[in-house]
T-cell receptor
Framework: KQEVTQIPAALSVPEGENLVLNCSFTDSAIYNLQWFRQDPGKGLTSLLLIQSSQREQTSGRLNASLDKSSGRSTLYIAASQPGDSATYLCVLIQGAQKLVFGQGTRLTINP | NAGVTQTPKFRVLKTGQSMTLLCAQDMNHEYMYWYRQDPGMGLRLIHYSVGEGTTAKGEVPDGYNVSRLKKQNFLLGLESAAPSQTSVYFC????????????????FGDGTRLSIL
């Protein structure tokens, strides 16, 4: 059974720092991996999607990497801003409708 | 740009009551999903639909029913509410099937917070 672990569960850093969020998974048989952000009281917003044949995706200050052999993905946030404060979710897509969600990292960026 | 709209946003029920959660999307998506989010559990798929008139069970379907009579709407029903169904419910939709090698993400609503007393 696929298990997705996100470490740390919570992270607080000062504004302007570069940071890395980690996601590990136990089964490398995946189609895609997605990173979402969830703001309090809101739904999930897709940030980046990496297909299984890709190694990384970039969008603005965000860069996500995927290493299936080691069962790891990272989300790199450059020059963090208070608006980046949210919970970040790593989601593995293993098949049709088979999404496995991590429990998230709660990120706080302090001004 | 409404996207995915869920109603109601909050609801408190007594054990044994029934209710229906409504999800509406204006993106002409074929695929729609209902998830529940519980502390320490992540999101879990309740039911999903691959098109108008179709529904299928997800990971945790017991105690819930769904209907997709119109392409833009996906309804989640609780037949006899139980305290274990206290949760935040999220609806999502997508253009193509999740996990089918697609690069299309799912779009989520803002959630319905449901408490069963």
């Amino acid at each position: 059974k696929q298990e997705v672990t996100q470490i740390p569960a919570a992270l607080s850093v000062p504004e302007g720092e570069n940071l890395v969020l980690n996601c590990s998974f136990t089964d490398s048989a995946i189609y895609n991996l997605q990173w979402f952000r969830q703001d309090p009281g809101k739904g999930l917003t897709s940030l980046l999607l990496i297909q299984s044949s890709q190694r990384e995706q970039t969008s603005g200050r965000l860069n996500a990497s995927l290493d299936k052999s080691s069962g790891r993905s990272t989300l790199y946030i450059a020059a963090s801003q208070p608006g980046d404060s949210a919970t970040y979710l790593c989601v593995l897509i293993q098949g049709a409708q088979k999404l496995v969600f991590g429990q998230g990292t709660r990120l706080t960026i302090n001004p | 740009n409404a996207g995915v709209t869920q109603t109601p946003k909050f609801r408190v029920l007594k054990t044994g009551q029934s209710m229906t959660l409504l999800c509406a999307q204006d993106m002409n998506h074929e695929y729609m999903y209902w998830y529940r989010q519980d502390p320490g559990m992540g999101l879990r798929l309740i039911h999903y639909s691959v098109g108008e008139g179709t529904t299928a069970k997800g990971e945790v379907p017991d105690g819930y029913n769904v209907s997709r009579l119109k392409k833009q709407n996906f309804l989640l029903g609780l037949e006899s509410a139980a305290p274990s169904q206290t949760s935040v419910y999220f609806c999502a939709s997508s253009y193509s099937i999740a996990g089918g090698g697609s690069n299309q993400p799912q779009h989520f609503g803002d959630g319905t917070r449901l408490s069963i007393l």
